[in-house]
């Protein structure tokens, strides 16, 4: 669900002419895997606290359009929403982001489609369409979602449910250190009781500091918790989906 996005352009177009190759490129294309010891999205493990192996494409334009796609495996299908088979998340997105002038505020506006295929066999269908729009100042961020699908991850006539974040990065000086801190609120239409708020906080290391071996690699370390009902969210396996507990991951751009 949640991207981990890391990201190197490329500039310039392969077999190209001398005289292009000098001339920045509007377009922009990268990806990224990672590895996580369980993927937390919002709060909630959609592993049930087992690792993930995770990845993306994306393109950029100058403009500020974007789009890309990501993917991740899940166990919450199975074990929480009741599928007969399914453990993989596929994230379809595009938006628009650009600066405003030299405020230090910048915006963001997109749309992200939610798929996991599999087998429902009875369920509610997991698939989710999500509208969200942000504004930025420097290392802040406030985000909101709203879901415009009739199933929210799995819960029914749940269109018109949101989610509002709020969210700090603050780079460390140059050590290539990072400090993250969130929090969000969860609200489920016509499924109250799944209402919860989450928070994290957090640290990332650019490994590119020790070594230009290591550039483009990084790692991190978050604790994560939320105020979910126990009843409410957890699985077949009687785990906790929204307990408190501290991740590790690694991740590699290209």
Request: glycine fraction near 12%; proline fraction near 2%; charged fraction near 15%.
């Amino acid at each position: 669900m949640k991207k981990l996005v890391h990201s190197l352009v490329f500039a310039g177009l392969l077999g190209a002419p001398t005289l292009a190759l000098a001339e920045e490129s509007p377009h922009s294309f990268t990806a990224n895997v990672s590895m996580t010891s369980n993927y937390i999205f919002r709060g909630i493990s959609q592993t049930g606290g087992d690792m993930a192996l995770q990845g993306g494409f994306d393109y950029a334009h100058s403009s500020g359009f974007y789009m890309g796609t990501w993917g991740s495996n899940v166990g919450w299908i199975e074990d929480f929403q009741g599928y007969a088979s399914g453990n993989i998340e596929v994230d379809v997105y595009a938006g628009y982001g650009a600066d405003i002038g030299d405020t230090g505020l910048s915006y963001d506006v997109g749309a992200v489609q939610y798929f996991y295929p599999g087998t429902k066999a009875g369920a509610v269908n997991a698939n989710t369409t999500e509208l969200y729009a942000s504004l930025g100042w420097k290392w802040l961020k406030a985000k909101y979602a709203y879901y415009i699908s009739d199933e929210v991850f799995g819960f029914a006539n749940a269109d018109g449910s949101s989610y509002l974040e709020l969210s700090a990065s603050v780079p460390v000086g140059e050590t290539g250190l990072t400090v993250d801190a969130h929090w969000g609120t969860f609200k489920f239409e016509n499924n109250g009781p799944q209402d919860y708020d989450d928070w994290k906080i957090g640290v990332t290391y650019d490994l590119g500091k020790m070594s230009k071996t290591l550039s483009d690699v990084t790692i991190g370390v978050m604790y994560t918790d939320t105020n979910a009902k126990k009843a409410n969210w957890t699985d077949a396996n009687n785990r906790f989906l929204g307990k408190g507990t501290t991740t590790f991951w690694l991740s590699k751009s290209f």
